[in-house]
């Protein structure tokens, strides 16, 4: 099967745009953080203000990925920010951390569902929101005239405060893994498999749909695997120190092309004080963490790390393969109608190989 000519399906306009981002960021997190951050910071004013600070934080993170979104025009988010920039292990660490129906079937398709479940997951916050005022109205609340009494004064734990406020404002990034999917694309494992990363199977499409449909049920057995614990306080944790981790390098990478290629043209550039400070800002959240609860899921980060490290150098750096590769590739193709694409998106790497 060689279906050359395959493209990434581009059905994504600004309305479809706006409800990824959107649909995203307003998920389970805006209902299930605010008790882990009122947790962590002991006062209701103290959790005022690192509300304020998450969107702050995603306000200029946002400003620094529309850089490099505009910049760098090809899938996978942090990953292709970090192998433009950065070393390429770095950027393979990426997707080793961050690697399902519906996405499968169309990419427009599923912009309207998600467009569908965006005016629902805002009504739900709106009748919310309401009955607060309602409440207030007859009277019933409590004035809080010591907001900040019994606050937290720990960095270490207001860092953990954050990790739960910035899972409810996470998606703000959704669009750039989708950029070359949009009219002029989301996929992680789809943009590291295209470079080599992962299996190239991984970022075979669909012969009639043109969607990657194999990265996607692989990201959904991973994501399976990741709710077994069952844990969310943990699961927060866990994605919010190996996020901020990318995150943070991403930044980095901004700062070093605005060095290694500051003649290149950008559409968008944003303060250069802006991708500094977000990577002072996310070595706090990933640090600080660490050093007041060192615990487990810190630990199994750190060993994915060098699980990472060495199935990179194995697999990427020296290139060895499997002797079923070939045959496996094929089977996949057949079972599940993918096929390469020859899109092949701009290139802005080729100082960065490792």
């Not at 981002?21 to 690192?50: H, N, Q």
């Not at 988010?77 to 070393?87: D, K, M, R, S, T």
């Not at 569908?116 to 019933?140: D, H, N, R, W, Y």
């Amino acid at each position: 099967m060689t279906a050359d000519t395959v493209p990434p399906e581009r059905k994504l306009g600004l309305l479809k745009g706006i409800s990824m981002i959107v649909g995203i960021m307003i998920g389970s997190g805006i209902f299930i953080s605010p008790k882990g951050v009122l947790e962590a910071s002991k006062s209701v004013g103290l959790t005022m203000i690192v509300w304020l600070g998450c969107g702050v934080i995603t306000m200029l993170s946002s400003l620094s990925y529309v850089e490099l979104g505009t910049f760098i025009t090809k899938s996978g988010g942090e990953f292709a920010y970090i192998l433009n920039g950065l070393p390429a292990v770095l950027a393979f660490l990426c997707s080793w951390f961050l690697i399902t129906a519906i996405n499968c079937y169309s990419t427009d398709f599923a912009a309207n569902i998600q467009v569908a479940f965006t005016v629902a997951k805002i009504t739900a916050l709106l009748i919310i929101i309401i009955g607060g005022f309602v409440m207030m109205g007859k009277g019933e609340f409590y004035d809080l005239p010591e907001g900040f009494t019994g606050s937290e004064t720990s960095g270490s734990v207001i860092a953990l405060a954050f990790y739960d406020g910035l899972w409810a404002f996470d998606g703000w990034n959704s669009l750039n893994y989708a950029i070359e999917e949009l009219k002029n694309p989301y996929r992680l494992t789809y943009a590291a498999a295209r470079e080599g990363h992962l299996p190239q199977v991984l970022s075979y499409l669909h012969i009639r749909t043109k969607t990657p449909v194999i990265s996607l049920i692989f990201s959904a057995i991973i994501a399976l695997i990741m709710i077994i614990p069952g844990e969310i306080s943990s699961l927060i944790d866990f994605f919010s120190f190996t996020a901020w981790l990318f995150y943070g390098l991403a930044f980095l990478s901004l700062i070093v092309m605005r060095f290694t290629k500051k003649d290149e043209p950008r559409p968008f550039k944003v303060f250069i004080l802006v991708p500094i400070v977000m990577l002072i800002i996310s070595v706090y959240l990933v640090v600080a963490p660490i050093v007041q609860n060192p615990d487990l899921g810190f630990l199994y980060a750190f060993l994915l790390i060098i699980g990472g490290l060495i199935f990179y150098f194995i697999f990427v750096h020296f290139k060895v393969q499997l002797p079923c590769m070939e045959a496996f590739t094929e089977f996949i193709q057949k079972f599940a109608c993918v096929a390469p694409s020859k899109y092949k998106p701009p290139d802005h790497s080729e100082n960065n190989k490792l």
